[in-house]
């Protein structure tokens, strides 16, 4: 069974910095990709930053410089660094596995930047 369990979001002023966490159970972040995407309310869910599965990165071009993905493979961890937060980086964060053409999706965290 595939879980993966997201921490790290909540309230934050603009101009500081989170970082979110995804742990992986029933598989391994390495060689899949894994990364994460956002849903801000009345828009559609976005790619936010992911690994492939080759181990190089992919972002949304409008949030390179300020969010950085990594991830530790002994603790099939994948993490999302996010500096210089902005109000319009507020919304529902989550965690995403692409395995054998099957998608799975953490249950979502709330990211809140204040103005």
């Known amino acids: 069974q595939v879980q993966l369990v997201e921490s790290g979001g909540g309230l934050v002023q603009a101009g500081g910095s989170l970082r979110l966490s995804c742990t992986a159970s029933g598989i391994s972040i390495n060689n899949n990709v894994v990364g994460w995407y956002r849903q801000a309310p009345g828009k559609q869910r976005e790619l936010v930053a992911t690994f492939t599965r080759y181990g190089t990165t992919n972002y949304e071009d409008s949030l390179k410089g300020r969010f950085t993905i990594s991830r530790d493979n002994a603790k099939n961890t994948v993490y999302l660094q996010m500096n210089s937060l902005k109000p319009e980086d507020t919304a529902v964060y989550y965690c995403?596995?692409?395995?054998?053409?099957?998608?799975?999706w953490g249950q979502g965290m709330q990211v809140t930047v204040s103005s």
């Open positions: 995403h596995a692409l395995i054998s053409f099957m998608n799975y």
